[in-house]
């Protein structure tokens, strides 16, 4: 097949390996997946305050970050694994892709950020420009120093007959540019420079069977190694940034590799990959085409697109229809950070406006926000389930159990709703236990993690088959039982116990190891001793985790 010619890996124009390709996508649509790609693509940009001065705002750039490979491998290989806040060279996807008709068509697209560096520089007497890190003009506006980014995608088109078994690469690089801006009244002007990014893309095809091929996307900085000693902000000019992929195609479907059909377990398993994990786009739907079972169940999931992010997503990831807008941190909730966002002085929004101009975009937005989208940040209902009625209470106290509360999981008709007082009375989270395959389960108990194929959360699968031991039983405002529990080969398990940082599953995600019950103990459950803070165990070091706490613990 004509591979397309890679020009010193730098491009910014739709590659395809046929004119004959059709330019459309009626199957796949990648609108779908805008405001998700664009939350990863700006995710951790800038934070609040949003001001160039916050610490915050200093070490930048975590995400998907694709260096020149002599300069982050200048102190030994970089290490693969399927989170992309680690740097690395390059980032790949292999996912599954079902055949539904003749001439199939595979649709890639690379989006990442380049960066680009605002500088400020003041007009001498001699008409001169001398860099500055701040200018501030006659009418209080302030310039400021300061790394932005520019978006940057790449559309590959080819056919999927064309990929199996032959490697087709693509240039998806971009080049260096230099804008000037003058300021007002011959004040200075203000330099926006960006480095030559070089990076390449290659896409091949394995056939796994019939219908079933592995598609493999490699995105690779090409681009020469800045000298060895730079800082890693030097680095970044000639890096991408954020870097993750979007799959499509016409006459294809894509498979779960989180909830994949049972006959695929295996080779999606076998997928390999590296600084990026790949998901099913768009909204799910009950009536995507797939295998069913025998009972008329659809067997795995599947979608007409992909996303392959360097942040861990579920399938079919949603940006809240309630949001009115990005705000840079998605871990964050957007009615406290539009609230914190409000209370800012006019000093620190005059620099949160000078610093990037997306920072000045969410200063606007959260400023003129109508009441009515103010409110709906407070929260929304989903869905509901419809109320079970309690067992019916026994006839007398006497028949009444007398054991352990138990799983206490099930709502009374005399227990106070979870916003009254008293709602948790009776409830021990580190004492409660639940019964899992006739085994009383809660804290101190060994278990090994099974997440459910499908519903499970995104990070949840890449734990299935660990053991860990459980700390506590918790019970969530609709009356849900959800375990708290620390892997046993986890290094820093003591520690995330000792500060309360916890894996949740549910118990029919948990498989019992050993009964909770001591062989000396009857007549009831007894927990292992829970694990003491480090500083109260022999051997600590001088300066450990205790150091420092405001309830004055040794």
């Not at 103010?374 to 079970?388: K, N, Q, V, Y």
């Amino acid at each position: 097949m004509p591979q397309a010619e890679v020009d010193n890996d730098v491009a910014c124009a739709v590659a395809a390996a046929s004119t004959a390709v059709p330019p459309q996508c009626p199957g796949c649509d990648f609108d779908q997946l805008s405001a998700v790609a664009e939350a990863v693509l700006y995710e951790g940009y800038l934070l609040y305050p949003y001001r160039r001065s916050s610490s915050k705002n200093r070490v930048r750039w975590q995400f998907g970050v694709l260096f020149p490979r002599d300069w982050v491998e200048r102190e030994g290989p970089v290490t693969p694994g399927i989170s992309g806040s680690a740097d690395s060279w390059y980032q790949q996807t292999e996912c599954l892709l079902r055949v539904r008709q003749p001439e199939a068509v595979v649709r890639v697209r690379v989006r990442y950020l380049q960066v680009q560096h605002k500088q400020v520089e003041e007009a001498g007497r001699d008409g001169r420009h001398r860099p500055v890190e701040s200018l501030r003009m006659d009418d209080s506006t302030v310039h400021l120093t300061f790394d932005e980014a520019v978006p940057r995608e790449t559309d590959l088109v080819v056919r999927l007959e064309d990929l199996l078994g032959q490697e087709s690469a693509f240039p998806v690089g971009a080049p260096a540019g230099e804008e000037r801006e003058e300021l007002p009244g011959g004040a200075g002007r203000v330099v926006q420079r960006r480095a030559t990014v070089r990076a390449s893309t290659a896409v091949v095809a394995e056939r796994l069977g019939d219908d079933v091929c592995r598609l493999r996307i490699r995105t690779e900085n090409t681009g020469p190694a800045p000298d060895p000693r730079a800082v890693r902000d030097e680095a970044l000019h000639g890096a991408l940034i954020a870097t993750h992929t979007l799959v499509g195609g016409d006459g294809v479907e894509f498979i779960s590799l989180i909830d994949p059909p049972a006959d695929l377990l295996g080779p999606a398993r076998a997928c390999h990959n590296a600084f990026t994990f790949p998901v099913l786009g768009g909204p799910p739907s009950e009536d995507a085409p797939g295998e069913h079972t025998s009972t008329g169940a659809r067997d795995g999931a599947c979608g007409p697109t992909l996303i392959s992010s360097p942040i861990i997503l579920p399938d079919n990831p949603q940006v809240a229809p309630e949001s009115p807008g990005d705000l840079h941190d998605a871990a964050e909730i957007d009615e406290i950070l539009t609230l914190r966002t409000l209370l800012l002085t006019d000093q620190e929004k005059r620099e949160a406006r000078a610093t990037d101009p997306r920072a000045a975009q969410i200063l606007d937005r959260v400023e003129t926000m109508p009441p009515e989208v103010f409110a709906r940040l407070h929260g929304t209902i989903r869905s509901l389930t419809p109320a079970t009625p309690p067992d019916p209470a026994p006839l007398s106290s006497a028949t009444a159990p007398t054991t352990s509360p138990g799983p206490a999981s099930a709502p009374t008709a005399d227990r106070p709703a979870w916003w009254q007082e008293g709602a948790d009375d009776g409830l021990s989270p580190t004492t409660d236990t639940v019964p899992i395959d006739g085994v009383p389960v809660g804290g101190g108990s060994r278990v090994r993690l099974r997440p459910r194929g499908r519903g499970a959360d995104a990070q949840d699968m890449f734990l299935a088959g660990r053991n860990a031991r459980v700390t506590a039983v918790f019970h969530d405002v609709g009356d849900s039982v959800h375990l708290a529990v620390t892997l046993d080969d986890d290094p820093a398990a003591e520690l995330n116990g000792w500060y309360g940082r916890f894996h949740y599953f549910r118990p029919d995600e948990l498989e019992p190891l050993e009964p909770l019950v001591a062989p000396n103990a009857v007549g009831r459950a007894e927990p292992l001793e829970p694990s003491r803070p480090p500083q109260e165990r022999r051997g600590r070091p001088a300066d450990g985790p205790g150091t420092g706490r405001s309830d004055e613990r040794a």
